[in-house]
């Protein structure tokens, strides 16, 4: 390998001499000092990310509201927060993650089809900046408990607008048989009861039609459809102050070309400055795209086992840890922290969990021995937040790398811990 070679796409990542390192990190130290897995993130790339989103509405009235289930963390939230950042948050418990992290409620947006009660009192006692309602049926209670409260819920309307962002089907969220947000025929007639109710302030429209998107086109169209409707609510005498328009905006894991952040926002506002909504309030809700390549889950070889049909690398990462595999057939590359010369052999590089489902990456060619390092790329968004303790497994530690200085920022978690709030009969 040759030195100072930048990952594609990632420039924070790179091998610098024969070690990758993130940022000012050797990965291989990291790993001694840590153990495996490890989660090391990158604050630098973090920035950079919001950054691409920030020039691209630069004099615009713009609130980027990071959607922290793609890794909700307390010091990842710390970032954005100190950036500037509100959050999109989908439960109580994010919230609670939010407050903890120094976040500003005024700054937060509730998304989700099933807040419950608890959750709207709670985030309506610390004053949340609005509730994206994905129901007529939700509008109704929101407005109940609001008045228990003696206050009035700010609300946007999740509006669905039927456009195929062409992504994995459990990733897609605008279509019509979405359980998300409310069909763009029946809009209308939802902010009529919301402007009708006396717990209910309307703020604001929002949606959001899937993720991991790589192309501009569904964008331009459900901003057309989103318009369309904006219009249609405004005529009707219900204003809207904001436009919200989700996230989605998918990274590059395999060779996936999305367009980036600010050059998508120069044609989105090109089309608003065209139908004349370019001066309003706008709010955008980024996940993946600003922590996936911002992270990497360094694992270790326990053992390889050649076979007849398939080698297999056994690493001491697994489902648990990395669920994308399984859940989604998602593809993450695999690097070696200290390359090896040699042509290497092609490994399906699996897990230790008892499922067989349980893998990390099919067909991998990779010179390899056991005790490596591995680093699994693209790591930073829907992996930690999505771990779980499946085979009492104790979650990942996770760093964060400012510079030349690796913060641990979330301890491993012990088989104790995993259940400490058991107990026998
Ligand atoms: C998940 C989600 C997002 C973020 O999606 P990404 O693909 O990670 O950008 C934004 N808004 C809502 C409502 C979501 O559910």
Redesign the pocket.
Known sequence: MTSNTALPGQPHIAYAGDQLHVEGAALSQLAREHGTPLFVYSKAAMLAALAAYQRGFAGRQAQICY?M??NSSLAILQVFAEAGCGF?I?SGGELARVLAAGGDPAKVIF??VGKTRAEMKQALQVGIGCF?VESEAELDVLSEVAMGLGKQAPVSL?VNPNVDPKTHPY?S?GLKGNK?GIAHEEALRAYRHAASLPGLKVVGI?C?I????TDSTPYLDAMDRVLDLVAEVESAGIPIHHIDF?????INYNGDTPPEADALWAQLLTKLDARGYGQRQLMI??????V?NAGVCLTEVLYLKPGEQKNFCIVDAAMNDLPRPAMYQAFHQIVPVTPRPGDGVVYDVVGPVCESGDWIGHDRQMQVAAGDVLAVLSAG??CMSMASNYNTRGRAAEILVDGTKAHLIRQRESAFDTFALEQLV
Not at 246 to 250: D, F, M, S
């Open positions: 959607a289930k793609a999109d989908v998304s989700g994206n999740r990733i969220t998300f929002d959001h899937g993720s991991q998107i989700g996230g989605g905006l998918g809700e980024p996940g993946r795209s600003l996936g968004a829907y």
